[in-house]
Nanobody, 115 residues
Framework: QVQLVESGGGLVQPGGSLRLSCAASGNIFSINAMGWYRQAPGKQRELVAAATSRGSTNYADSVKGRFTISRDNAKNTVYLQMNSLKPEDTAVYYC?????????WGQGTQVTVSS
């Protein structure tokens, strides 16, 4: 049974930075690609970044150059470093497997970018 626990969100001013963490339980983390997703009220959930177990990464156009995804397979943890944050980045952020998402999502972590 896989459990996904996100942390690191909060309130930050435009232009600020946050680092999100996702701890995944289970024994399949190291052989699967992982992604960070976000969902704002009234909006569809979207993929913002993904990292394969071999280290390749991809990003949504809206966050390229500002966000960096990384992973530590030994710790079953994936990170999202977010710099130059904008109000439109405000959302609940979730981690999950990519591209085939696990059916049980974590609680997510709220990121609010506001002055």
């Amino acid at each position: 049974q896989v459990q996904l626990v996100e942390s690191g969100g909060g309130l930050v001013q435009p232009g600020g930075s946050l680092r999100l963490s996702c701890a995944a339980s289970g024994n399949i983390f190291s052989i699967n690609a992982m992604g960070w997703y976000r969902q704002a009220p009234g909006k569809q959930r979207e993929l913002v970044a993904a990292a394969t177990s071999r280290g390749s990464t991809n990003y949504a156009d809206s966050v390229k150059g500002r966000f960096t995804i990384s992973r530590d397979n030994a710790k079953n943890t994936v990170y999202l470093q977010m710099n130059s944050l904008k109000p439109e980045d405000t959302a609940v952020y979730y981690c999950n497997f990519y591209p085939r998402e696990y059916g049980v999502w974590g609680q997510g972590t709220q990121v609010t970018v506001s002055s």
